[in-house]
């Protein structure tokens, strides 16, 4: 393995857990390289998950992708510029080599360029949404015809957009956002409060953001991407790596019976008491549905959900996160529903729930990190997505990984009781997909992918050369 000698690499995250957990995990894989890290977070981001790395915390808001004048994101760019600034006067202080930049901190990328250090642009998603992204605005799916499948050459032919692909009811804000900015807030993985900008065919917000970058990273690995991975190169003419899926040490620690996992929170059930309840169900048999902690069914849809988990005959985990979706609460449901329900208001340990041999699905938006979670412990998935990369990413589950469905045909109009119904007895009743989910779930048992680890040797022989001879002014 290549290794840097004492070198310094910044990683700069937005705030959100898809966008924080990605990057500290970057910093510890740098650090097992013998890089000297330093994860620069947002003031409004509260993270303890990380001691490896030096945390530079930017003393005030950045703000929303290109507010204009905003003496927030001005206070910000000051307090790294003088922060880098101080590093020249430190005697042995290690020399920054690049800047590692979530490309919704984009704005960052003027202040390391005063100081000679290059930028690498970083998405904390999967480089197949960023394809379609890409191919979509490049195509000009905006004219597409009711009857067409419109493909996007250079990507699989199965990944061809239709009508359907494009057709979008705006979701709600994030949590506690009720009215965001344009292109603020985000998590699991994309900006955007509501649907989230751009419409599907305009020009990628991200694409600004990464401009003068030398190189790109994503958050995946070559077994899930691979195509999309080599299309971005091709596209965008540059080195691009897939260094991911950037999840906790605990997740490639395999132990199916009890991962241990980080930061939890209130909740109404011990991790004892959830461990208990699925020792009591037969192996796959499980549906866990959990749609993040920022964005979820809208309020005519709780009812519908919990009328469909009521009426199925499958046992079923719903998590409902405290503040989304308006806080609401499947009045007797439980009680209706007895043994074969289990229903958990807060936090949740999800990697413990996939982890157990009685899931055997996952009702999910498809953020990021829920996606490769499941993918990568072999759970089938039925996809719900709300905003932004998640409609990509269900439809990678569905038509490239073929490990799931979506959770109905259109996602223009309301979801009804009838369609997930029909969902979940579609998705638990498939063989064919618990079969092809299990067989891609093997491929992880070894730990993180071997791929992403050589990608990340590959980023070490790139950087070290092109940074060599760069001082600070």
Request: with cysteine; net charge negative; hydrophobic share 35%.
């Amino acid at each position: 393995m290549a290794m840097a000698d004492g070198g310094e690499i910044f990683v700069v995250s937005a705030a959100g857990r898809g966008h924080l957990q990605p990057c500290a995990e970057l910093c510890n894989h740098l650090i097992s390289r013998n890089y000297h890290t330093t994860l620069v977070i947002p003031s409004s981001s509260s993270f303890t998950q990380n001691p490896l790395a030096k945390i530079l915390q930017l003393t005030a808001s950045p703000g929303p992708p290109n507010p204009g004048p905003d003496p927030l994101r001005y206070q910000a760019t000051q307090d790294l510029h003088n922060h880098l600034a101080s590093l020249s006067d430190i005697p042995d202080a290690p020399f920054p080599l690049c800047a590692i930049v979530d490309f919704q901190m984009g704005w960052t990328k003027e202040v390391f360029w005063r100081f000679h250090v290059p930028v690498i642009g970083f998405f904390t998603f999967g480089a197949s949404a960023a394809s379609i992204e890409w191919g979509s605005w490049k195509v000009g799916v905006g004219d597409i015809r009711s009857d067409e499948l419109r493909p996007i050459p250079g990507l699989p032919n199965h990944m061809a957009l239709s009508i359907a692909d494009l057709k979008r009811r705006p979701a709600g804000p994030p949590r506690g956002v009720p009215n965001p900015p344009p292109g603020g807030g985000g998590g699991n993985g994309r900006s955007g409060g509501g649907g989230g900008p751009p419409n599907p065919g305009d020009r990628p917000p991200w694409v600004p953001e990464i401009e003068g970058s030398i190189a790109l990273m994503f958050n995946t690995c070559d077994f899930i991407d691979r195509a999309f991975i080599d299309y971005m190169k091709d596209q965008m003419g540059m080195p691009v790596w897939g260094v991911g899926p950037l999840l906790p040490e605990t997740y490639w620690n395999r132990n199916p019976n009890r991962p241990v996992e980080a930061n939890q929170r209130q909740s109404n059930y011990t991790e004892d008491d959830i461990v208990q309840w699925l020792d009591s169900k037969p192996r796959g048999s499980v549906l866990y549905v959990a749609f993040g902690s920022e964005v979820g069914p809208n309020a005519e849809e709780y009812p519908q959900l919990a009328s469909a988990l009521e009426e199925s005959t499958r046992p079923f985990i719903w998590v409902i996160q405290t503040g989304v979706g308006g806080g609401y609460n499947p009045d007797g449901l439980e009680s209706r529903v007895g043994e074969r329900g289990l229903i958990i208001c807060g936090w949740a340990p999800q990697l413990l729930i996939l982890s157990h041999r009685s899931t055997g699905g996952f009702l999910s938006h498809c953020g990021w990190n829920s996606t490769v979670e499941a993918v990568c412990r072999g759970v089938p998935i039925l996809g719900w997505p709300m905003r932004g990369d998640q409609y990509w990413n269900a439809k990678l589950v569905q038509k490239h990984l073929k490990v799931g469905y979506g959770v109905c045909e259109s996602f223009e109009e309301l979801v009804k009781k009838e369609d997930i119904v029909k969902g979940i007895e579609r998705l638990m009743g498939d063989e064919d997909v618990k079969r092809r989910a299990l067989e891609i779930g093997r491929k992880f048992e070894d730990g993180f992918p071997a791929s992403s680890a050589a990608a990340l040797d590959d980023f070490v022989d790139f950087i070290r050369p092109k940074t060599s001879s760069q001082v600070y002014n």
